[in-house]
């Protein structure tokens, strides 16, 4: 079992839409879970980070953390074309700086 | 202002060449890293480097070798090319985000570099 699963879609969804873009993971050590935006052919930025199960909300943008469940999502409001781009989590140990992505799900939102 | 650059931005050569990719950052971050994008878009870690120590090694080939002459300059020099070193390679540097116990190190990315082996 790959230690972060990521289904990579393509998902396309028109804009204004609620989108949600999930992963699971294999190593319960991992403490902090980060969500890098990458557009085409640009390097991965970080979007957000959650420490720990829990919610964080940034503008139109919540990041979703089970640790019960190995599960990681990330939900964006009233998406926007300008959302378009892969969207990673990379989960990470407590004191490693070893980040571990998933493969990215490819997200379109049409105008 | 660039904060992490990598030069060049494409790089285009023949099978056995070597090549050598640069990496700078003007964050003042301490850790530098180097990543590869396959063509299945999978980012995985190369090697990581702190002040000039390394300090991850994933399982790579010896044709790679990481150089960090400086805590600002990282660059990664290919020996003997083949056709599977083809990917787009990011450098990264990282800083600590947050306080206590929620902070964590968190990695900027440079703008990649193409690499294509004929």
């Known amino acids: 079992q790959k230690e972060v699963e990521q289904d990579p879609g393509p998902l396309s969804v028109p804009e204004g839409a609620i989108v949600s873009l999930n992963c699971t993971y294999s190593?319960?050590?991992?403490?902090?879970f980060m969500w890098y935006r990458q557009y085409s052919r640009k390097g991965p930025e970080l979007l957000m980070y959650?420490?720990?199960?829990g919610n964080k909300e940034d503008g139109r943008f919540t990041a979703q953390v089970d640790k019960s469940s190995k599960y990681i999502s990330l939900f964006i409001r009233d998406s926007q074309p300008s959302d378009s781009a892969t969207y990673l989590c990379a989960p990470l140990n407590g004191g490693s700086e070893k980040l571990v992505f998933g493969k990215g799900t490819k997200l379109t939102v049409n105008p | 202002d660039t904060a992490v650059s990598q030069t060049p931005k494409y790089l285009v050569t023949q099978m056995g060449n070597d090549k050598s990719i640069k990496c700078e950052q003007n964050l003042g971050h301490d850790t530098m890293y180097w990543y590869k994008q396959d063509s299945k878009k999978f980012l995985k870690i190369m090697f990581s480097?702190?002040?000039?120590?390394?300090?991850i090694n994933e399982t790579v080939p010896n044709r790679f070798s990481p150089k960090s002459p400086d805590k600002a300059h990282l660059n990664l020099h290919i020996n003997s090319l083949e056709l599977g070193d083809s990917a787009v390679y990011f450098c990264a540097s990282s800083q600590r985000l947050g306080h206590g116990q929620t902070s964590t190190d968190t990695q900027y990315f440079g703008p990649g570099t193409r690499l294509t082996v004929l």
């Open positions: 190593n319960s050590a991992f403490q902090y």
């Open positions: 480097y702190n002040n000039k120590e390394l300090i």
């Open positions: 959650t420490y720990s199960s």
